[in-house]
């Protein structure tokens, strides 16, 4: 006959029982930790000092108290999944963009300038103190090219396009490749191309500290190889997050939308479509002849069999005219291919703004004014300065000549197309064209 367990050996079974069941979640805990130090996800690159004048290999102090209250607040609750658990470690990162948006004394930035003696390269950055404050008729047209986007985004204006009222996680992976990530200042750069997006992704370069010669980052935006600017290896997009960070990429991607600063500069998109096919279809370029002239070619140009080389069709007088690329634009099936490309895709397609509330909208028509004042906002505007541009660049007074040759029916039908940029970056209607 078995003899029931006494009160002790019950105590020391229940005792055993709980000490097993802690060592389990420590051991959860330490595989989860381990798991985010393998895909880089420990420290997300938010605990960097923004445009700080010490080196971004080296934390700064200020940040072991966020730290400290992240981790006391994993001890006092266990979280029943992983994604909970995520959520609220990445609550608990600091907000580096309070540093950005207010004023910091100048004083606090010398505090943190005591580099490691084996670092190899320590960049000498300080503070730039402005004895004045932005112009105000400079912040006025921040907030009213914001405040036209918030309108045009809300559900009670009419104005409807595809993809108006999705939220940002739904949203394709595929087409988050245009926001460019900076950790190292908190910069998120949506580039739309024929929009300056070449001297900005110089930019981004050396603000990020992507690019090395000789082990030392470039510190002159025009010093960037021209062939290497538009190398994606060289610009860490959120298309890319999914691959480093897995399950927690989305999680990331919204904290950093959230603390981050974010901008984008737009143009008239008239204009851009006039650049686009200037710079693409115009010039020689062997890639954009075979994947697209050659099309418009067959289709539009009555050559059934055009030159199989860019060199050879120039030679010979053959190219698309810029109504071939608008019929281009205008056929159905175009996009029953394949998306349009970048250079002619709609910019708020590219950046959706609908989505992502961005802090500075600048524009091509207002460059070296809005590039000079978001520099100013980024407080970095002592380490880099935008570049001049001396090249042929396209004007919105050539727009009735390069249209001259386009069915009126036509023109409608293309500012249909692109009306939402027009209307949410506040472009005028070109009446001029749409009307005989």
């Known amino acids: 006959m078995e003899h029931p367990l006494s009160k002790p050996d019950k105590m020391g079974k229940s005792r055993l029982f709980r000490i097993f069941l802690i060592l389990g979640s420590v051991f959860m805990i330490l595989l989860i930790i381990i798991y985010w130090d393998d895909v880089g996800a420990t420290h997300f690159y938010l605990h960097t000092t923004i445009s700080g004048p010490h080196s971004s290999r080296l934390p700064p102090e200020g940040h072991a108290a966020p730290k400290q209250k992240s981790e006391e607040d994993k001890d ?148 960037v190889p021209a062939e290497l600017i538009h190398n994606s290896s060289l610009h860490f997009t959120f298309s890319k997050f999914w691959k480093r960070y897995g399950k927690f990429s989305r999680h990331l991607m919204k904290i950093k939308l959230k603390k981050y600063t974010k901008f984008l500069f737009v143009r008239d998109p008239f204009v851009r479509l006039i650049s686009a096919y200037r710079n693409k279809l115009e010039q020689e370029n062997e890639d954009f002849y075979k994947r697209f002239a050659v099309i418009m070619l067959k289709k539009y140009g009555n050559y059934s069999d055009p030159p199989a080389s860019v060199v050879d069709a120039f030679a010979a007088g053959i190219r698309p005219t810029f109504s071939n690329f608008i019929q281009y634009l205008l056929d159905p099936d175009t996009e029953k291919a394949m998306p349009f490309n970048e250079h002619w895709r709609q910019m708020y397609r590219l950046c959706h703004p609908c989505q992502i ?80």
């Open 76 to 223: 006092g609750s266990f979280l029943s999944d992983i994604d909970a658990f995520v959520n609220q470690f990445l609550e608990g990162t600091p907000d580096p963009t309070e540093q950005v948006r207010g004023e910091t004394p100048p004083g606090e930035t010398h505090n943190q300038s005591s580099e490691k003696p084996e670092e190899r390269f320590v960049p000498r950055r300080e503070w730039k103190i402005h004895l004045t404050p932005i112009a105000i008729e400079k912040k006025q047209r921040q907030d009213s090219r914001k405040q036209m986007i918030h309108d045009l985004c809300s559900s009670n204006s009419s104005l409807d396009f595809p993809g108006k009222n999705r939220t940002f996680d739904d949203i394709p992976n595929k087409e988050l490749d245009h926001l460019i990530v900076d950790d190292r200042h908190g910069i998120i750069y949506c580039y739309v191309p024929k929009v300056a997006c070449t001297n900005w992704k110089r930019i981004m370069i050396v603000l990020s500290e992507s690019l090395l010669v000789d082990g030392v980052p470039y510190q002159d935006p025009l010093d």
């Open 357 to 436: 509330n961005y802090d500075f909208v600048g524009k091509l028509e207002t460059l070296d004014e809005d590039a000079e004042h978001l520099l100013r906002i980024l407080r970095v505007d002592n380490v880099v300065e935008f570049p001049p541009s001396h090249r042929n660049r396209t004007v919105s007074s050539w727009e009735q000549d390069w249209f001259a040759s386009i069915p009126y029916e036509s023109r409608k039908e293309l500012y249909k197309l692109y009306e939402a940029d027009f209307r949410l970056f506040g472009y005028s209607k070109p009446e001029k064209l749409l009307h005989e």
